[in-house]
């Protein structure tokens, strides 16, 4: 049997080889010498030569295949529908297409015409809601920094964030046969309570960074002045001169004792507005610090571990990742301008970043 030609099958025939096939098989050759002339299959040779020898044609019949049971401007509408309500399923976007024309499609149709045209079904982006004074907040901000360059060098970006020992954010998915969803190897266990994690602290600067701590228990403002700023913060602000201090406005962070303990100690604090966690570069610092645990195959048996791994990984953070995240203060600063205070594409809310076991 001769072997099948890699990709033939997959080829349009054109017009030209189909008159060239009917040519050779009239010239007497068999339906394998012609195939190998013309490098096709023989039931393709075979098919042109039945046609033309029954029907004294080549081209298939106009209209074969599927009927489209909608045209070209039925589709645009299809799209004008989707684009209206982004979230509707192609089960509802069916059921709108038939009481709006009183005809039948199904959702796969749905699908197949949306995907034609661009329109993929993803895992949507979550944002915190932005009220108008939080925009106008955020521009004015944007407005008065957007002349800085060299300044932000000088800025030391701090944070919070968790790290959790069991996690995951609902996007796994597992492969299974019919009947096969309560066999344990496509189910995912979870914990219905607060999972447990490590809770820590970190300042960056752009040729420094300063010692992780780990907060145990619900952080106050007294904690934070005693635990954070007086043993970690304000040491390593004084080794930068002419440091800016960054930190948001967490109620521990903005209480009035918080605020006098820094003006005692003449700390520089950059004003920052609020829910404007897309520009502070040490929010995806934490993100580098989850992915790399992620990555990390080895299971974490306690919290103690888990804390080790960070403190191992925020230690060998390259400088120059750091360096980069502060050059592109500008450009997140331009963002929020073109934004007008709006939602830019720095921003994510997994703050929460995991260790998987």
């Not at 329109?119 to 002349?147: D, G, M």
């Not at 060299?150 to 701090?158: C, E, G, I, P, R």
């Not at 913060?233 to 440091?243: E, K, N, R, S």
Request: aromatic share 8%.
């Amino acid at each position: 049997m001769p072997r099948r030609r890699k990709g033939a099958k997959f080829e349009q025939i054109s017009e030209f080889e189909q008159g060239r096939i009917v040519g050779l098989r009239e010239a007497g050759l068999s339906y394998r010498a012609v195939a190998a002339r013309v490098q096709r299959n023989s039931s393709t040779i075979m098919r042109v030569s039945k046609q033309w020898t029954d029907e004294g044609r080549t081209a298939r019949k106009s209209g074969s295949g599927p009927r489209n049971v909608t045209s070209a401007r039925d589709d645009r509408r299809l799209v004008r529908m989707a684009q209206t309500d982004r979230t509707a399923s192609s089960r509802q976007l069916a059921a709108q297409w038939s009481t709006a024309t009183g005809v039948s499609l199904r959702a796969s149709s749905i699908r197949r015409r949306l995907l034609q045209r661009g329109l993929r079904a993803r895992i949507p982006l979550y944002r915190i809601p932005l009220t108008q004074n939080h925009r106008h907040l955020r521009l004015q901000w944007a407005n008065v920094h957007r002349s800085w360059r060299a300044d932000w060098q000088q800025v030391v970006f701090s944070d919070e964030s968790r790290f959790n020992l069991w996690h995951h954010d609902d996007r796994i998915r597992v492969r299974c046969y019919a009947g096969e969803r309560h066999i344990p190897e496509c189910i995912i266990e979870r914990h219905s309570g607060r999972t447990p994690g490590v809770m820590v602290w970190g300042a960056i600067a752009y040729h420094g960074r300063s010692q992780l701590l780990q907060i145990v228990g619900n952080l106050n403002s007294t904690r934070y002045i005693n635990e954070v700023l007086q043993s970690q913060a304000i040491p390593f602000l004084q080794g930068l001169p002419g440091a800016v201090f960054q930190q948001d406005n967490a109620r521990p962070h903005v209480a009035k004792t918080v605020k006098s303990n820094l003006d005692l100690q003449q700390v520089q604090l950059l004003p920052w507005p609020t829910y404007s966690a897309d520009m502070s570069p040490i929010e995806h610092v934490w993100d580098i610090v989850g992915r790399r645990l992620a990555r990390d195959l080895r299971p974490v048996a306690s919290t103690d571990e888990l804390w080790l791994r960070i403190q191992t990984i925020w230690i060998t953070l390259p400088e120059a990742d750091i360096q980069s995240l502060f050059n592109s203060m500008p450009r997140r600063v331009a963002a929020l301008t073109v934004a007008r205070g709006g939602d830019t594409k720095y921003k994510f809310l997994s703050l929460l970043i995991v260790c998987l076991v």
